[in-house]
Nanobody, 125 residues
Framework: QVQPVESGGGLVQVGDSLRLSCAAS????????IAWFRQAPGKEREFVAA????????YYEDSVKGRFTVSRDNAMNSVVLQVNSVKPEDTAVYYC??????????????????WGQGTQVTVSS
């Protein structure tokens, strides 16, 4: 089984850029959908973006389109979430999830099989 491992979180300033990485441990992402979710304090976990590894297809939550970009890093066998122009509302724990949900249900957290431990992103103004 593949275990996702996140890295790259930390404290950033409003307007900065941020790069999060999700690496595959114990396997590969070759046949999986890799998704990013985030959970802010006191809020439910929400879908951010997804990446279908074998055909490099992406899908974004409407609220992050234009600022978030998800891509693959073949050399590192990882999926990268690039966040530009960070805002205070981007403060959250960001999770990487791996699974094979159907096309129309990529944003459903319950359909993912493997989750990373999460990485904290704090945006300071």
């Amino acid at each position: 089984q593949v275990q996702p491992v996140e890295s790259g979180g930390g404290l950033v300033q409003v307007g900065d850029s941020l790069r999060l990485s999700c690496a595959a441990s114990g396997g590969t992402f070759a046949t999986y959908l890799i998704a990013w979710f985030r959970q802010a304090p006191g809020k439910e976990r929400e879908f951010v973006a997804a990446f279908l590894w074998n055909i490099s297809t992406t899908y974004y939550e409407d609220s992050v389109k234009g600022r978030f970009t998800v891509s693959r890093d073949n050399a590192m066998n990882s999926v990268v979430l690039q966040v530009n122009s960070v805002k205070p509302e981007d403060t959250a724990v960001y999770y990487c999830a791996v699974g094979r949900p159907p096309w129309s249900r990529w944003s459903n957290a319950r359909l993912y099989d493997y989750w990373g431990q999460g990485t904290q992103v704090t945006v300071s103004s």
